[in-house]
């Protein structure tokens, strides 16, 4: 409901959901289910219906006004979602549909609403939680509304399935939000391999003008205080200092663009790369489309995820796909998307001169960088969105055998 699949990943509320809706929708296809995504309408020319592959369609539903909305607002446009929806199916004959998958809290609600209309087993993946983040949060950050932790929780109490990205997030929802244990299933979120994989980095710097010689520090995902592009930044100014050799070769990178609470201060990075006197080093980009990404992980000696929190992490996992290694937090998913010690490293915490500290230790030790780079792909290739889509298939099945219609006698 708060974000189209069809939205450029790394702006907006655009981001790893989105990819994951994109990547298994297309895979579910090819193995002959036909999927229908619903989406609010954003804009007065997106066309109703539109073909994301042969067997997906996504269908933009009128909730609200033609533009984007922050998440606070979207809670009272969930009836008029949620009539479209109905609207849509109340135009084909009964049973049109066999399971509703909701994705994040939002759709969730809707995704319960339809469940009782339609008699369907609802298959619910949070992404994120809010008891998590609220636990996890960045300095200055705005913790979740008290609202978006009781929708989450009845979403938890109704779905007849939960899936859940990692052996830790299922353990976060039955520890933290009560879910029963044999209605939580884990589905690794996969990449597309196809795309993300190793090329030659020397012609990646050329197409985005990058020296060839250069010490590249690479941030990708959208700009607020959860993903922590200011400890990357911050460690940074302090690897300078320590070693002041190292400006004329290091470029830290930045892909993507404001949102959430990142969209209070739009100039964050900016401002904050001038006060720390690092400008000079600090290159920001654009949001990219995945083959432009896929150049900007060959380009890189290291991405870095600082992230507070990640239910997963796919940036990791594409970055590891096209072989290079990754520094993450020790954090939620990210310490299965990332193998520590072989391809790439975890640490723990947030504080700028530990990732100073490591950042340039592995720089400075080129085989130790190149031993990580070796284990990279084979870790990445273990996540193959197919695999992804053949088991939530068994999820769906399980959910749909499982549900059981009861009869209803009307007197009158």
């Not at 978006?148 to 109490?157: C, I, S």
């Amino acid at each position: 409901m708060h974000t189209s699949p069809l939205d450029q990943p790394g702006t907006g509320d655009a981001g790893g959901m989105n990819v994951y809706i994109v990547e298994v929708a297309k895979r579910l296809a090819a193995l002959d289910v036909e999927v229908e995504i619903f989406t609010r309408q954003t804009a007065r020319d997106l066309p109703p219906v539109a073909e994301l592959v042969p067997g997906v369609t996504v269908r933009h539903v009128t909730a609200g006004p033609y533009e984007e909305l922050d998440r606070s607002d979207l809670p009272g446009q969930m009836c008029a979602f949620l009539s479209g929806v109905l609207r849509t199916e109340a135009t084909y004959d009964p049973g049109r549909y066999d399971v509703i998958h909701s994705h994040y809290w939002l759709s969730g609600q809707v995704g319960w609403l339809a469940k009782e209309r339609w008699g369907l087993p609802l298959v619910h993946t949070m992404h994120t939680m809010a008891k998590v983040k609220n636990l996890l949060l960045a300095e200055g950050d705005r913790p979740e509304p008290p609202a978006r932790v009781m929708g989450e929780e009845q979403v938890v109490d109704v779905a007849d399935r939960l899936v859940a990205n990692t052996a830790a997030e299922a353990e976060e929802l039955i520890s933290l939000y009560g879910a029963a244990p044999d209605r939580v299933t884990v589905v690794n979120p996969g990449v597309n391999l196809t795309v993300f994989q190793p090329a030659s980095k020397g012609a990646a710097r050329h197409r985005l003008n990058l020296p060839q010689e250069a010490a590249v520090l690479l941030f990708v995902g959208r700009i607020q205080p959860l993903k922590a592009p200011d400890v990357l930044l911050k460690a940074a100014a302090r690897m300078l200092a320590a070693d002041p050799t190292l400006r004329d070769r290091l470029v830290v990178a930045c892909v993507g663009g404001p949102s959430g609470n990142g969209l209070a201060r739009p100039a964050l990075l900016t401002d904050l790369a001038a006060e720390l006197g690092i400008s000079d080093v600090v290159r920001l980009a654009p949001p990219a489309p995945q083959h432009e990404l896929a150049d900007w992980y060959r380009a890189a000696d290291l991405t870095v995820v600082p992230s507070h929190n990640e239910s997963f992490g796919l940036v990791a996992l594409e970055s590891q796909a096209c072989g290079t290694p990754v520094v993450a937090a020790s954090v939620g998913g990210l310490r299965t998307a990332v193998r520590d010690g072989v391809s790439g490293l975890l640490v723990d915490g947030h504080d700028p001169q530990a990732w100073a500290a490591t950042l340039a230790r592995l720089l400075a030790r080129r085989p130790w960088l190149e031993q990580l780079a070796t284990g990279t792909v084979r870790h990445a290739t273990a996540f193959g969105w197919s695999a992804t889509a053949a088991r939530l298939v068994e999820v769906y099945t399980g959910a749909m055998a499982t549900l059981h219609r009861v009869p209803v006698a009307v007197n009158l």
